[in-house]
């Protein structure tokens, strides 16, 4: 699934961008509804302090178990990510409150920063299950305040294809064997 996932995610992300053009969708409007309501907080989600300690504890465990590449992907991606949806905005020129909308960076921030915490967890159920609670909260909070719902959807679609893309640059790290560990279960 990895392999496929980067060029089919960034293309349903542009389709997506390009379905719902440059103003609110009903299903926008329907998430809107509750802008005032306790899911406003959710948004906190995407914090960037937050964000920063998951990286950090990213990258650290990472350079821990010696995954270098790993480390290397996880420490420039959160940045990157943010930086090439500035980038794209302008393509879809999608306005709400006066700035560009479509994808969502702080979305696609999150789920870039999530998905790479499932990568050196080494696809752990329990992180999985962390990252999608983390970010469908993250995504509820953002998409019925500051953004569309439709821009957080864009948001996850480049975000979980940019992490597959950074799980191809670190697969050596990421399925290389533990040779000391083998070596220690022998006996040796």
Known sequence: MIRWWPPVGLLAMVLLGWAVGKSSTGLDDWFHRYSHSPTRDLQGFTN???LIIVGAAVVGFALYRRRWRLAAVATVLPYGAYLLVQLIKPLFGRDKGGGL????????????????????TGY?????????LYVGLAVIGVGTTFHYFTDTIGGVLLGTSLVCLAAL?????????????????RGG
Request: proline share 4%.
């Open 48 to 50: 960037p302090l937050a």
């Open 101 to 120: 909308a479509y994808p969502s960076g702080h979305i696609t921030t999150t789920t870039v920063v999530l998905g790479l915490f499932v990568l050196v």
């Open 124 to 132: 752990a159920l329990w992180a999985w299950v962390f990252a999608a």
């Open 169 to 185: 640059l670190a697969e050596r790290d990421l399925t290389r064997v533990n040779t000391r560990a083998i070596w220690i279960t």
